[in-house]
Structures are given as structure tokens and as C-alpha cells.
T-cell receptor, first 112, second 114 residues
């Protein structure tokens, strides 16, 4: 069975600073995808970044980047130059057979 | 380009009633998945449909059912509602089966069972 663990229920970061959210996972699949989703108070889950497991290069999307350590089954998200609009719940997810498995989420607070 | 549209946004039902939730995916997306989100259990997979066929079903009782129409729109139905069914129900669509390219989610339907 696939599992996703987010060990930080809540994190805080000063505006303009950098923060890293942790995620570890377990899977027996050789081919899978990893995702970070953001859920603001509007409730809509927004895809932040996507990583293909067979690619060694870490994915980046503007201020968001990941540190993908396949052997360690770790997939952390780094947010640089944090902005007030980054405040939200962040969920790590892995693609399974016709479904995603989500972690329990990390609430990110951005302090002005 | 319109996003994933879920209706209604909010719903209040009484225990024992049934409810139908609707999801219109992004145009051209043939995969639609449903998730239940609660504070205690987090995000749990309900089912995925691709081209009108249910590809996978989560570990939910038979009271939860769904279907997908030829235009890719999807509905989920919950019969004999229980208090524990109160949750945010999220629909997501993808052009590919299993959402390997990443799902696009709707804003959800907040169901409250009283």
C-alpha cells in the first residue's frame, strides 16, 4: 500500500523568507508521480508542483522547488521569498492506481 | 477556459435522506475523480471515472455511488445519509486516466448532515 506522511502539522515563515515543508512516502511502484497541492481558505486545491519519479532533476515552478530524494522516499517543498498569499494548507500526494494518496497536510502561516 | 465546476457549493441534509452532487470537468478532460475531505480523516479517495467507466473505488460503503455521463460530467450520490457523511466533497478532472499529469480540482461541495 502507498502512504504519504507529512510530519509538520503547522509551519510559520516571515514574509520574504524561505520555508521548507517535509513529505515522505512509501510505495512499491516503480513508476509514479508526486505532487504538492495548496488549499487556501477558498477550498480549491491548486496544483503547485509535480515531479515524475523517473526524473532525477528536481522540479521548479517560479518560487517553488522540490528536493526529491528517491532512495530516501522524500519529497520536500521549498518556498522562496514567501508571500502573504502563500498562506494555506499544503498537501503532498502520490499517484497510485487510478487515485492519489494524500498526506495529512501542513498549515503554512506567513507572518508580515 | 472554465475550471472544474461543482454544484451546489453548500448543502444541508437530514439524516436518512439522500443527496446528489454534480461535477462538470474542464472541457476535454475525460477523467473525473471524487474525494471526501474531513478534519479527522483528511482526503480520502471515493472513485474515479474515465470515459463513463468506473476505474477504481475507494473504501466507502455502498451508500456512496457515482456515475459519469457521455459529456464527462459526473455525479455522486449518497443514500441514507449519516452524520459522519458531513464533509467537503471535492471533484477533480484530468485529461489522462489516473491524473498522472496532475488533477485540477473544483471548489467542492460542503455537505452538512443534521
Amino acid at each position: 500500500a502507498q502512504t504519504v506522511t507529512q510530519s509538520q502539522p503547522e509551519m510559520s515563515v516571515q514574509e520574504a523568507e524561505t520555508v521548507t515543508l517535509s513529505c515522505t512516502y512509501d510505495t512499491s511502484e516503480s513508476d509514479y508521480y508526486l505532487f504538492w497541492y495548496k488549499q487556501p481558505p477558498s477550498r480549491q486545491m491548486i496544483l503547485v508542483i509535480r515531479q515524475e519519479a523517473y526524473k532525477q532533476q528536481n522540479a521548479t515552478e517560479n518560487r517553488f522547488s522540490v528536493n526529491f530524494q528517491k532512495a530516501a522516499k522524500s519529497f520536500s517543498l521549498k518556498i522562496s521569498d514567501s508571500q502573504l498569499g502563500d498562506a494555506a494548507m499544503y498537501f503532498c500526494a502520490i499517484s497510485g492506481t487510478y487515485k492519489y494518496i494524500f498526506g495529512t497536510g501542513t498549515r503554512l502561516k506567513v507572518l508580515a | 477556459k472554465a475550471g472544474v465546476t461543482q454544484t451546489p457549493r453548500y448543502l444541508i441534509k437530514t439524516r436518512g435522506q439522500q443527496v446528489t452532487l454534480s461535477c462538470s470537468p474542464i472541457s476535454g478532460h475525460r477523467s473525473v475523480s471524487w474525494y471526501q475531505q474531513t478534519p479527522g480523516q483528511g482526503l480520502q479517495f471515493l472513485f474515479e471515472y474515465f470515459s463513463e467507466t468506473q476505474r477504481n473505488k475507494g473504501n466507502f460503503p455502498g451508500r456512496f455511488s457515482g456515475r459519469q455521463f457521455s459529456n464527462s460530467r459526473s455525479e455522486m450520490n449518497v443514500s441514507t445519509l449519516e452524520l459522519g457523511d458531513s464533509a467537503l466533497y471535492l471533484c477533480a478532472s484530468s485529461p489522462l486516466v489516473s491524473g498522472s499529469g496532475g488533477y485540477t480540482f473544483g471548489s467542492g461541495t460542503r455537505l452538512t448532515v443534521v
